[in-house]
């Protein structure tokens, strides 16, 4: 004879498991899925993050071709970081790293967004970076 939790573990399984199911058509994102990229060893002289006076002089030694780790150890860890596509209108579409940094010191609040490029190696470096109104 079925015991009573093996028959309910065989009916509540199926209608939970449904639920995590994509539906036909739907289209779940890889990209997002990607974990940002961490180099083992990167936290060693990582600074607490300078304040926006600060921030911005040192925004000015930010140079193209500078690698992830180095400016992580210049602002602190960002506060948001994602996957940004470019250069899709020129025809040669390629995958950035963007991180941001949101300074509350700064009347309104400010902040630096820096763009990584992927190297022939694999190491992020940046590309570009600014202070977005």
């Known amino acids: 004879m079925i015991s009573i939790y093996r028959l309910l573990l065989v009916l509540v399984v ?3 498991g449904f639920g995590c199911m994509p539906q036909s058509g739907e289209v779940t994102p890889v990209e997002a899925s990607l974990p940002l990229p961490v180099l083992p060893g990167t936290t060693v002289g990582i600074q607490a993050r300078p ?3 600060n921030a911005l002089q040192l925004a000015d030694e930010v140079k193209v071709g500078m690698p992830q780790r ?3 150890a210049m602002f602190g860890s960002p506060d948001k970081a994602g996957y940004k596509e470019y250069g899709r209108a020129a025809g040669s579409p390629w995958r950035a790293l ?3 940094w949101v300074f509350q010191d700064a009347t309104p609040p400010r902040a630096l967004s820096i763009v990584f490029q992927q190297d022939e190696s ?5 590309n570009h970076g600014d202070w977005p109104e």
């Open 70 to 72: 180095v400016v992580e």
């Open 51 to 53: 304040s926006f006076q």
């Open 14 to 16: 199926p209608v939970f």
């Open 98 to 100: 963007v991180w941001e």
């Open 122 to 126: 694999g190491n992020w470096r940046v």
